[in-house]
């Protein structure tokens, strides 16, 4: 489907005429610095020219529209915002609609309603963050059709984050929205998330490109073991602020954590808070291997975490750890990693270029053998934040 097709889905749906405005908001990979974003750390992420696009125009009355073409055509999910509440039958509307309901307890009411229609071609369930492309598009549609000039882009990330955490209930750091909203063409994004100080850091792999491969999988459990993550680091950073003056696991070097690591009294937790400050310590080294064009450094950093997020924050399962050992194995594969929250979800490489067709075939024979699942394997460029099109 392309923008002119879904704008007349939307004509189709709504009725023409009226101030009918465009936009896109992107997906985002995560190139190293997982699951340090809610511990006071440094992220690499980049936006993706995948993502989701949507289509806006204000009503006279006081009537929520959403729908979406990725779903069943026809099913449009009206609320009144009189009524702006979680409903488990709203499904995916209850990602936009939490960013009204984000909005109004900043202090920003709408007075009108909108007629609203997306579709995304960020795969459902990847880990390439579908749900933060939905909300910061959200946050940018209302902030264009309402004239809402107090808000920069930063404030739309945290309104993302902000929904996410308190109308959809899943704990998430800032990084997803803030890529989303921040991204830049041919640029990651390196992040300190406890101070949400930012640089720019071009991607200047001429003879490499970045794959990113879909386990299709996603396994259920997805945010409640990743509350449950974030709640074992909490009890991790209480521990060590016995003796040590923290705010966060991101304040720690490795060799203070390894000093003091006996504070923590249970090995489990342990093991996740070793995750927390060893992959904020590849994060930084990463970015800059990077900016001395050491590509093959930055791999194997990559390598570095994925051991990690599978052995000590125990994020992997065996599809993806399938996939990543099939791109180790495969000459002028770079580095290899699981990217996002975790359980299914996606993989992220480096891969030279003469070895992206090699890697492709490889996989797609390889991993149907070993799972009976089809893999999609995705080259991808870096693009813009969320913006308006038209």
Known sequence: MDLKQLRNKFTEAYGDGGDIREYFSPGRVNLIGEHTDYNGGHV???ALTLGTYGI???????????SSANVRLGQVVSVDLSDISYKQEYNWANYPLGIVWAMKEKGITLENGFDMMIWGNIPNGSGLSSSASIE????????DQYNIKSLSMLDLALIGQYSENNFNGCNCGIMDQFAVAMGKEDNAMFLDTSNLSYQYAPINLPDEKIVIVNSKVKHSLVDSAYNERREQCATALKELQKELDIKTLGDLDIETFEAHKSLISSDVVRKRAK??????????????????????RFGE???????????????????????????WET????GSRI??????????????NYAVDKLKEHIEEEYLVKTG????????????GAKRIN
């Open 44 to 46: 690499f992420p980049c």
């Open 56 to 66: 806006m125009r204000r009503r006279d009355d006081s009537t929520l529209n959403f």
């Open 136 to 143: 910061v598009l959200m946050a940018k549609m209302i902030q």
């Open 275 to 296: 995750h927390a400050v060893y992959e904020n310590q590849r994060t930084i080294e990463a970015v800059d291997a990077l900016k001395r064009n050491d590509v093959g």
């Open 301 to 327: 950093l990559m390598n570095e975490s994925h051991i990690s997020l599978r052995d000590d924050y125990e994020v992997s399962c065996d599809e993806i750890d399938i996939l990543v050992e099939l791109a």
């Open 331 to 334: 000459e002028g594969v770079i």
């Open 339 to 352: 990217t996002g929250g975790g359980f299914g979800g996606c993989t992220v490489s480096i891969v030279k």
């Open 373 to 384: 699942l089809k893999a999609e394997v995705y080259i991808v460029d870096i693009g813009d």
